[in-house]
C-alpha cells in the first residue's frame, strides 16, 4: 500500500496542537489546554469522548511539551505488575507522565494500585475512556483528575483532515487522488479520524487507475469488499450482537465464537457481551437448563475482575455453553403472557386466603383465612385458587418439551387435571 507499514492515521498524527482538528472548545487560543501545553505545568485529566477524536494524540502532545518522561499503557493488555513496574521508572526518573488507553477497562485492584503515585505526583496520570468516567473510573483516583469531555468530529473536520492529510504525507499526495463526494466515506467513518484516515488509504490504495475519484458507489464497494467493519456505536454493532444472539439461540457454538471474536477484536466491551448472555441465558434457555444463568452471571463477574485480554477466555466458555445447551422460552413466554393479561384486566383484587395479614384488624378482615399450606399436602399440592377469580384457572407458563422441564411439566400436568380439569 505505502513505502511504510505505519498507517495513515498514524503518519499524519499532529505534534502541536496549531495541526490539531476538532476540540476547539479545547484545544482553541486560550482555551485549556493550550495553557496546560505552553504553560509547561500539567495535572491529572480524563479524557473521555467517542472512538477517534484525539485522546490519544492530545496526551502524547500534551507529554511532549511537558518534557518529561512519558509511558503509556493499554488498559487491554496491562495489568498490576505493569503499572507498578511504570511507576517504579517515575520514581526513579522525579516524575512521569503515564496515558492509559481505555482506562475504564481497568479494574478496581488496577486502578487502585494508580491511586498512591497520582497523590503523591511520581505520577501525572492522563486517561482515556469511551465511557462515562463517573461510572467507571473508582471516585478516588476520578476526584485527583479533571475531566475533559471529546466531541464527535463533525463533517467540517473530517473533510479538511482528509485534505490535510493529502499534503501532509507524501504516499497519499503521490496518488493524486480526488474527492468528489463524501457522504459514503463520512458516513463510513462514524466521527472516527482514525478510520476516516485508514478508509482513505484503504479506498486509495483499491482505486483502479485512470479512475482516481472518489465517489460514494466506489467507496461503499471498495470498504465491501476490502474490511469487516466493526462500529461499536454504528450498525455494524447492532447487526454482529444479533449474529452472536441468534447463533447461540441456534445452538451453533462455531457462530457463536466467531461473532464473539469479532466483536473481541473491535474493541467492544467485555461487559456489554456479557450481560447480553445473561439475559439470554434466561430468556432463551431458562429451565431447560437452568444452570445456565448461573455460569453466565459467573462470567459477568469475571469480566468485571479479569478484564481483557483474559477475560476472552471466560466469554468463549460461556458462549459456547450456552450454544450447546437445551432451549426454552417457556418462562420468556410467561411473563410476556402475564404482562399482556394484567394490562387487559388492570388491577384485580387479590384473593383474601392469600393476603398478607400483619394486623389483628387485617385478620378480623379474613385476610389470609383457610390458607393452605401446601407441604401439608401429598405431592405439595393444593386445590386453592391463588389467581383472582375473574381469571381463575388461565395457564400461563406451559413448559417447553425438553428433558430437564419434563418434571414440571408432568408435575403440572397433574396438578392442573385435578384442580381445572385439563
Known amino acids: 500500500m505505502s513505502a511504510t507499514n505505519a498507517p495513515l492515521a ?3 498524527r499532529p505534534q502541536t496542537l496549531n495541526d490539531f482538528i476538532g476540540q476547539d472548545h479545547l484545544v482553541g487560543k486560550g482555551k485549556v489546554l493550550e495553557q496546560i501545553v505552553h504553560g509547561g505545568k500539567g495535572h491529572s485529566i480524563i479524557f473521555w469522548g467517542p472512538p477517534g477524536v484525539g485522546k490519544t494524540t492530545l496526551a502524547q502532545i500534551i507529554a511532549h511539551s511537558l518534557n ?4 503509556t499503557l493499554s488498559a487491554i493488555d496491562s495489568g498490576v505488575k505493569d503499572v507498578r513496574a511504570v511507576i517504579e521508572l517515575a520514581r526513579k526518573a522525579g516524575h512521569a507522565l503515564l496515558f492509559i488507553d481505555e482506562i475504564h477497562r481497568f479494574n478496581k485492584a488496577q486502578q487502585d494500585s494508580l491511586l498512591g503515585a497520582v497523590e503523591k505526583g511520581i505520577i501525572t496520570l492522563i486517561g482515556a475512556t469511551t465511557e462515562n468516567p463517573s461510572f467507571e473510573v473508582i471516585g478516588a483516583l476520578l ?5 475533559y469531555v471529546l466531541k464527535a468530529l463533525n463533517e467540517d473536520n473530517m473533510m479538511e483532515l482528509v485534505n490535510q492529510a493529502m499534503v501532509k504525507d507524501k504516499w497519499l499526495a503521490d496518488q493524486h487522488i480526488r474527492i468528489d463526494e463524501w457522504e459514503a466515506l463520512i458516513q463510513l467513518s462514524g466521527g472516527d479520524a482514525r478510520r476516516l484516515l485508514n478508509l482513505t488509504e484503504l479506498i486509495a490504495a483499491s482505486l483502479p487507475d485512470g479512475a482516481r475519484v472518489f465517489t460514494n458507489a466506489r467507496v461503499q464497494d471498495i470498504v465491501q469488499k476490502k474490511m469487516a467493519l466493526y462500529d461499536k456505536s454504528g450498525e455494524q454493532h447492532y447487526d ?3 449474529a452472536f444472539i441468534k447463533s447461540l439461540r441456534g445452538s451453533d457454538p462455531n ?8 466483536m473481541i477484536e473491535g474493541g467492544e466491551d467485555p461487559k456489554f457481551i456479557a450481560r447480553r448472555m445473561i439475559i439470554l441465558a434466561s430468556e432463551d434457555i431458562g429451565n431447560a437448563n437452568p444452570n445456565a444463568l448461573l455460569l453466565a452471571t459467573s462470567c459477568f463477574q469475571a469480566v468485571e475482575m479479569i478484564g481483557y485480554p483474559e477475560c476472552r477466555i471466560i466469554l468463549s466458555q460461556c458462549a459456547t455453553y450456552l450454544a450447546s445447551s437445551a432451549k426454552s422460552n417457556a418462562s420468556y413466554m410467561a411473563i410476556n403472557k402475564a404482562q399482556q393479561l394484567v394490562s387487559q384486566t388492570g388491577d384485580l383484587s387479590v384473593p383474601l386466603h392469600i393476603r398478607n395479614a400483619p394486623t ?10 383457610g390458607y393452605e399450606y401446601a407441604h401439608d399436602h401429598p405431592g405439595n399440592f393444593v386445590q386453592q385458587e391463588f389467581l383472582p377469580a375473574e381469571i381463575a384457572g388461565v395457564k400461563l407458563y406451559d413448559p417447553a418439551d425438553n428433558a430437564a422441564e419434563a418434571r414440571m411439566r408432568d408435575y403440572l400436568r397433574n396438578c392442573w387435571k385435578e384442580k381445572y380439569g385439563y
Open 143 to 147: 476526584s485527583r483528575c479533571q475531566v
Open 360 to 369: 389483628g384488624l387485617m385478620k378480623k378482615l379474613d385476610y389470609g383465612k
Open 255 to 262: 457462530a457463536a465464537v466467531y461473532y464473539l471474536a469479532r
Open 10 to 12: 498514524e503518519r499524519v
Open 240 to 242: 454482529i450482537i444479533s
Open 68 to 71: 518529561m518522561p512519558f509511558f
